[in-house]
């Protein structure tokens, strides 16, 4: 309830994304609309709203997304384990380093 939400809605949700702070919470589009440019507009859109570097965490496993990320000028900056659907899992923290 803390994050403000970004919807992609074209006839139906296709993807969204969540801000706190200058935090990308989470980026998430439909798998039926992926490579379609739904990610990269709603990651332009959090970017422009964050107005500063941003920064994010992303399963290192996640090669995709981090390849995206890397695009907006992106670096990781720190590995952890965390805990995703009760299962650990390796993640990445990572920071913007530059603006696209």
């Known amino acids: 309830m803390e994050s403000t939400i970004f919807v992609h809605d ?4 296709r993807g969204y994304g969540a801000v706190y702070g200058n935090e990308i919470r989470t980026l998430l589009v439909h798998p039926r609309f992926r490579r379609q440019g739904i990610g990269s507009q709603l990651l332009d859109h959090m970017i422009a709203w964050i107005g500063s570097p ?6 290192k496993s996640n090669v995709t997304a981090k390849a995206l990320y890397q695009q907006y000028g992106f670096r990781v900056t720190g590995e952890f384990e965390a805990c995703y659907n009760g299962k650990p899992v390796l993640a990445n923290k990572m920071e913007q380093s530059c603006t696209r």
């Not at 074209?10 to 949700?13: A, E, F, M, R």
């Open 54 to 59: 941003a920064t994010l965490c992303v399963a």
């Open 10 to 13: 074209d006839k139906g949700i």
